[in-house]
């Protein structure tokens, strides 16, 4: 069973910068492509970032490509999602999630298996 748990939410001045981090626990993390996704109150979950096991291979939406960079320890079970240049709209609830039957990093919320509870982020303008 894999477990993700998210920290590293709060609240930041626009411009500023926050690094989220998720904690896997479970059998297998080194092998599962990890994204990132978010929730703003009265919209759907949208895709940021997702990378591979070995962290070669990314993929960025292209709200967040050159603000946000997505990375991971596979000797720690970390996955990080560095927030830059953050605007007011970043609000939302930022959820960390796990594919187990695919190799490359997708952003379709469909094809991950595995979520975090989420963690808030808040921007202030």
């Known amino acids: 069973q894999v477990q993700l748990v ?7 001045q626009a411009g500023g910068s926050l690094r989220l981090s998720c904690a896997h626990s479970g059998r297998g993390f080194s092998r599962y492509p990890l994204g990132w996704f978010r929730q703003a109150p009265g919209q759907g979950r949208e895709f940021l970032a997702a990378i591979n096991w070995d962290g070669r291979d990314t993929k ?3 709200s967040v490509q050159g603000r946000f960079i997505i990375s991971r320890d596979n000797v720690k079970n970390l996955v990080f999602l560095q927030m830059n240049n953050l605007k007011p709209e ?9 594919q187990i039957y695919n190799t490359a990093p997708n952003d379709l919320e469909r094809s991950y298996d595995y979520w975090g509870q989420g963690t ?3 921007v202030s303008s």
């Open 120 to 122: 808030q982020v808040t």
């Open 6 to 12: 998210e920290s590293g939410g709060g609240l930041v």
């Open 60 to 62: 960025y939406a292209p």
């Open 90 to 98: 970043d609000t939302a609830v930022y959820y960390c999630a796990a």
